[in-house]
């Protein structure tokens, strides 16, 4: 048996401003800050783990240091996985950041400036407390109390002083839920700790895409491997021999109050939208304003209509809410990494993630006695006291609630209804060779009884997988996407409602997620108070590129203040500006009142009559998009100042 793992909470003080990379520039500023999802500072667990392992390879050599950490490509049935896993360290709040300006000098002995190589860096204040957990064994506790004593910064910029960090470790503080009792069917409520991706292809390019949602293959991984991990091989093999079936886990908009009642499903591909309508003008369509998405049934309509996204999803809290629709947020993250060791310098790539503190709904079935004997061993986990590790490089996902219950009863099936694929299914032909498509005959032959096939929404998707134990991408497999729809009559459709109500999917590797489904009477999705209230007009905001017009429009009008100021003609230099839209994009309450009317001799230059009219024309914008309205400004009078200053040479 494992030792048992132990949870410690992980805080880090700064004691000096620290700049926390990015890789991304915006508003006048060339590197920001990193941000969660709610825009608070956060340090990634990525670079958590990196430094701490560099104290590692000082204090105790590579090996420890692999030991303890992990090792690329390893196998994991050696134990070569890593032992400690990590959240980024998020503040509770959003700090008012700090701006950093630098330059590279002509010379040694020149301290002139070079052309074009100010930089303009945010940072996060000096005293700014981030906090995040880690799980680990029992017995590397003390290891990595000493691996904390032995970091001293942070982030960007730790040679010159920045990032100054104290770091803790204290008792995580939780209180646990009791499993219950188990009956035949699970329903888990599961969040994300840390971003996650789970990777849509074997062959990604510098871009590493993500899907949306959990394939029930990856959730079954995960759990099997969590107990392999433990020692409990026989257990793992109730999931690995398909005696316990998992589901995909499916986003949700928000945390549900309870599990119960909630339905989640891929769109069906025939709740389509409306085609963006073209329009006249200086800018482009796709900048124009756009009305809210309006979700219709396409069999019900006559106008050609545009299908779902593949991450748009469809949910509701109990029978008798309204369809909404909804998808999950998905962020694209700059990483460096060495695909080859003995490579010098590391190469830059993007890996697409599902954000932190997503919610997913999953259900496991099997015999009571299956699952009771699954809950017993998984007990940790389930009681909240334990993460599973998910994902590209094992993001934490824990249990945040559960639910014991049947087998979810199907309403008296009408002679006519809408079968729809709650996930993607696999079926062969008479050929063993994967089917895209499902004609009458073939819905037969999978049924085992006589069904009518009217009109059906359909599509291809490919099924990526990856075989931990041979270390090797899985051969792709050819299946019928999640969300086609089909109209189905006859005595097939009762033999369909009783196979849903008894958990017998269709196709191959069921207990893998696949091949499951739901009969409607009506297209899941649309209902009527969904539309109405999708009718209803919105406030509409506007778009950069519209804003980007505007803002011109205000640089050509005062042009004088990308003109070189002469005697008492004072007018605020660039840096003035930046500085403007930074206390904007920190939310500064009194970015504009304070220069409206300053009361400094440094602040006199915004008496100036061309920028006092556009401090005015700012004041008058909504607050939100007012970061954003002086943000373009200053990039049309940068412009400007880059070209007057190449004229010159």
Known sequence: MSEQGVRQTLTAELLSDAHLGSGSGGGGIDALVARDRHGRPVIWASHVEGVLRDAARRLRGDQEAEAFFGRAGGDYARGDRQRAVFTSLCAKDSPESHIWRSTAREAFDNRAPKDDTLRVIEYVPKGTKLIGEVELPASQLDTLKRLVQEVDALGGGRSTGAGRVKLTLSDVASASRKVGTPTGRLALLLKNRDPLCITATATPDNLIPSLAFVPGRTLLGAVAAWLIAEGDRDTASLLTSGQ??????????HAPSKVEGVEVLPAPLSLQSEKPKGAAGEVPWWAQPTAPTRRLDAWAEQEKLKRPEDDLFVFREGANAAWTTFRPVRRVRLRNGRPDPTQADASLFAIEQIVEE??????????????????????????????????RAGAPVEVAQLAWSGAARTPEPEPKGLLTLTSDLLVRDEHLLWRTALDEAALKELLGVEVQLGKSLQDGALVHGFNGTSRLWRMPAAAIRRGSVFEVSGAGVAKLADRADRNEWLGERTNEGFGRFRIDAALPGVTSSASASSARPLPIAQSEEAIAAKTQDWFKAHKALATPAGGRDRKPSLSQWRDLVGELEANNQNALTSRLNPTTAGGKSWSHQDAKAVLVELNKVQAPQRKLYARLFVRWLRAALREKTKGAR
């Open 244 to 253: 316990i079936s998992v589901s995909d886990a499916l986003p949700l908009p």
């Open 358 to 391: 997503t919610h997913f709904l999953a259900d496991l079935h099997g015999s009571v006695e299956d699952l009771k004997k699954l809950a017993e061993k998984l007990a940790a986990v389930l009681e909240g006291r334990r993460w599973l590790r998910v994902g």
